[in-house]
């Protein structure tokens, strides 16, 4: 497929030159005569590479890098800023703002060619990690799926983790793995036949057994899928309880990822929260009144609740969080 490069420049004369150069080099181009130009171009369809320059009347080419850098569907979308060599303080500024590369004017054409070429090669490497995403988040959606009960569970715990981590003033890393964690937390629940994952009545010793390996079944999934690094410690121990009584290492306060603690603390609110085959939904005062038991009792990071508490009071939850259908995940399972 065509790489596409959007070129940033106020002067008419290097843009038409840098366009001219850079179709003969097989790319498709657009231009922009200003950042916000290019800022609403970028929005219209996100092209491969950014190429801007510095010094331009209202949003400089640097600001313009920040604000793709720092927005999260463009952050990976390479930005190289045109600036003379020995302009310093753009270079330095340029790379605080998240630059990929720069390159001097007057520029020459095989040199610029073969550095955008690079940056390519790397863009189109992430896109296919991302589409590697796509497809497990899908796999989530479709364990979802196979349950009627289940519809929505999946979009709650990633909105409440997010919320909740947050409240708990996480960063972005871990905010990220929380959403992708609440489509993926039962994702081993794959290889948990539908015979006991929807069976009405209580599980005997030996199907609890099965559904209790899904967590770390759920994280054997995952390995080597690099962008899902941070997610993994969620699928595998959103069942360990602060008191070590979990499953499955039976891991024991803070030695329980963050992550962790949260999606469990979410996942057991909204198992209470909502209806199942075998019970009614609770009210959102009856399932915080739960939770906080417990937790008195053990099971969940105090701090974790107390934050969650705060944000659910604060949210006005109805009796079904807005749904009227939801998990047959077992509590505990
Ligand atoms: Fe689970």
Not at 34 to 44: G, N, P, R, W
Not at 51 to 72: F, N, P, Q, Y
Not at 268 to 295: C, G, M, N, Q, W
Request: some cysteine; proline content about 5%.
């Amino acid at each position: 497929m065509t790489a596409s490069i959007l070129v940033v420049d106020d002067e008419a004369d290097v843009r038409a030159l840098l366009e001219d150069q850079l179709l003969s080099l097989g790319y498709a181009v657009r231009t922009a005569p200003s950042a916000e130009e290019a800022l609403t171009l970028v929005e219209q369809a996100a092209p491969d590479l950014v190429l801007t320059d510095v010094h331009m009347r209202g949003i400089s080419g640097v600001e313009l890098c920040a604000r793709l850098k720092a927005d999260s569907r463009f952050a990976l979308t390479p930005v190289v800023i045109l600036t003379a060599v020995t302009d310093l303080d753009a270079r330095v500024a340029g790379l605080a703002a998240g630059a990929d590369d720069f390159f001097g004017k007057p520029f020459e054409l095989s040199e610029l060619g073969a550095r955008l070429g690079a940056l390519l090669r790397v863009k189109a490497l992430l896109d296919h990690l991302e589409r590697a995403e796509g497809v497990i988040v899908t796999l989530g959606a479709t364990i979802e799926a196979r349950d009627l009960y289940t519809a929505g569970h999946c979009e709650r715990l990633a909105a409440y983790g997010v919320a909740l981590g947050q409240a708990l003033g996480v960063e972005e890393p871990l905010l990220r793995a929380l959403r992708l964690g609440g489509y993926l937390h039962d994702l081993g629940k794959i290889a948990v036949p539908d015979a006991v994952l929807l069976k009405p009545g209580a599980l005997t010793p030996a199907e609890l057994e099965q559904v209790r390996r899904h967590p770390a079944l759920g994280a054997d999934l995952v390995r080597g899928l690099r962008t899902l690094d941070d997610v993994r410690p969620i699928i595998r121990h959103h069942h360990e309880r602060w008191d070590g009584s979990g499953y499955p290492d039976r891991l024991r306060g803070e030695a329980i990822p963050l992550g962790a603690r949260i999606m469990a603390v979410v996942d057991v609110f909204d198992a209470l929260h909502t209806e199942r085959p075998y019970k009614p939904a609770l009210s959102t005062a009856d399932a915080i009144t739960i939770l906080r038991t417990e937790t008195d009792a053990g099971a969940w990071d105090p701090q974790v609740v107390a934050r969650f508490v705060d944000i659910v009071r604060g949210l006005g939850l109805g009796r079904n969080g807005g749904a009227t259908i939801s998990s047959g995940m077992r509590r505990g399972g």
